[in-house]
């Protein structure tokens, strides 16, 4: 299998080139013939780091979001998978059966004193 690197201009959300390879010379080589670039986004492994600490030394180098994002999953996952979270048993019965349908009453039920006061009282503020 053969990898490349894509060069994406961040602010502009638009691919500027495409490299051969993944290494730090071609990196580098690039960096150079483009001296205005001031921020590198890139992977968490060393390749690109090296290219671009020879290719744009002044250039800030920053963990590119997807990565960010992807370690935060790592991170959670490894502690899900090694965490023994005990959930307390719980004191409500389980249930026997689904209701797959409302129970309609046979007579309608009155409201209660308090539930026609508050009624009156939405009645006469919405008017």
């Known amino acids: 299998m053969r990898y490349g690197t894509i060069i994406v201009d961040l602010e502009r959300h638009k691919v500027i080139d495409v490299l051969a390879d993944r290494s730090a010379e071609r990196a ?10 001031e921020i590198v ?7 690109y780091a090296d290219g671009s600490a020879q290719g744009a030394p002044l ?4 963990a590119d979001k ?8 790592d991170a959670i996952e490894k502690y899900l998978l090694n965490a023994r979270i005990c959930m307390p ?9 689904v209701v797959s349908s409302c129970a309609v009453p046979s007579e309608p039920r009155t409201p209660t004193k308090a539930e ?7 009645k006469s503020s919405e008017v």
Not at 41 to 47: K, L, V
Not at 66 to 73: A, F, Q, R, T
Not at 89 to 97: I, K, V, Y
Not at 116 to 122: A, F, L, M, S
């Open 41 to 47: 986004s890139r992977d968490r492994g060393g390749t």
């Open 116 to 122: 026609q006061e508050t009624q009156g009282v939405k």
């Open 28 to 37: 580098k080589t690039w960096l150079e013939a483009h001296p205005t670039v």
């Open 66 to 73: 997807w990565y960010l994002c992807k370690n935060l999953g």
């Open 89 to 97: 048993p719980s004191s409500a019965p389980e249930p026997t059966a």
């Open 59 to 62: 250039a800030q180098q920053v």
